[in-house]
């Protein structure tokens, strides 16, 4: 299956019945989180019983008795990745809604919890033309993050992990990093790849319709979005592999690059002198 760029998936057919099997080739992710599909199944079986649109986990090997590479088999779910929507306020709109539900989920059951993907000892970039914006923002988020109530949060929640429909969102995929957190976390996830995809009036439009929807950010949006802007760092940003199968190809190094260090200094200004 085409879109995944961490394992490799694999449509089965069994007699009737699609599922989707996930095989745990990233030998380094391995090395630093050995019980991957441990995580993942009970994220999925949290987001299934609590009636989210998920994947139900069927049967999976752990330890990689079976072939040597730990595997997880799940339910498939139908639906496309949509990047070119008809409508992107709806589409954005429909992203907010879903993730609220996710929100709404205590995960007191869940026993990971939210860890920065940034590297320690961040410096600043030698590729940026914003220097003394990325010293200032590493300086703001040094120490612990805001306090704020934890719920589910997914970890990796982004427009290539939803599933639709046509125009409806179907499904939420790709649970394997869901954890206990703040929602916060979610939101800056998202709206840093909006912004490279789109820009950020996207980025920002998908933040109002979380709070309409009934979400709650905390008001610490500025050091999450700073937070997930350092989780590039050392860098230089990579244009992400999961957009081109599909049909996202305009996306080059550089204005990714430029789109970024816009975030960054648009979230800097927020910020008391």
Known sequence: MSGSSSTTLWRVEVGGDCLVLRVHDNCDWLRAE???VLHEVAALQLAFDAGLPAPEPVAWDAGGDCCGLPLLLMSWLPGKVLLRPASMDDWLRQQAQALVAIHRLTAHDLTWDWFSWAQPDLEVPAWSEAPQAWERAIAFIAGEPPAAPRCLVHR???????????????AVVDWVNACRGVAAVDLAHCRGNLIALYGPEAADRFLQHYRRAGGADHGD??????????????????????WAPFGVRNITSELLRARLEAHLLAVLRQLPE
Do not use: F, I, K
Request: proline share 15%; aromatic share 12%.
């Open 34 to 36: 050995p019980d991957l």
């Open 221 to 242: 949006m500025a050091w999450w979005d700073l937070m997930c802007l350092a989780e590039c760092l050392p860098g230089p940003p990579e244009v992400y592999p999961g």
């Open 156 to 170: 990796d929640y982004h427009p290539v992990n939803l599933l639709w429909r046509g125009q409806t969102l179907s």
